[in-house]
């Protein structure tokens, strides 16, 4: 065995773990991960634009712009003008978004942050070095518009789907 394969099988554990809840949650909802963020945010936010929609889930605008034409032809949201200012549209969840978003199994994070939340401060600050230092080694530091939600595949390309 090499010096690395360690390293190399839990970074696969935690791809394949991620994976995995990705495409039940999806099977389960008839959502991506990436489309249950963009609800959550719709509903968590006043009349959010793509805009803020994307600040809220840490994705390009790019990225929620291409969420949106999708769930929107599949009618999960709609678009609609702002009543202030024409120029300006607001997205909102339809019922049957909305309903697909509420029967939705919690996302993989919601249990990762329930355990991560009961290590001690200094265990917290350990396991955020180990993998920003890892992040760094792989040269993902700048070139991916990371959202620390997680998901696999394409993520934060304005020019691929997500």
Request: glycine share 4%; aromatic share 4%.
């Amino acid at each position: 065995m090499k010096d690395y394969d360690d390293l190399l099988i839990a970074l696969r554990r935690i791809t394949r773990a991620i994976d995995l809840h990705s495409k039940k949650l999806q099977k389960l909802s008839g959502l991506t991960t990436s489309q249950l963020l963009v609800i959550e945010a719709i509903d968590k936010l006043e009349n959010p634009n793509p805009s803020s929609i994307a600040r809220e889930i840490l994705l390009s605008q790019g990225t929620v712009t291409n969420l949106i034409d999708r769930m929107e032809k599949r009618g999960l949201v709609k678009r609609e003008k702002s009543d202030n200012d024409k120029r300006s549209v607001k997205v909102t969840v339809t019922k049957d978004g909305l309903s697909r978003y509420q029967d939705a199994p919690d996302l993989l994070q919601d249990d990762f942050l329930a355990k991560f939340r009961k290590l001690d401060s200094w265990e917290q600050h350990l396991m955020l070095s180990s993998v920003e230092r890892i992040a760094s080694m792989m040269d993902a530091e700048e070139e991916i518009d990371a959202s620390p939600i997680l998901t696999t595949g394409e993520i934060g390309t304005d020019n691929l789907p997500s």
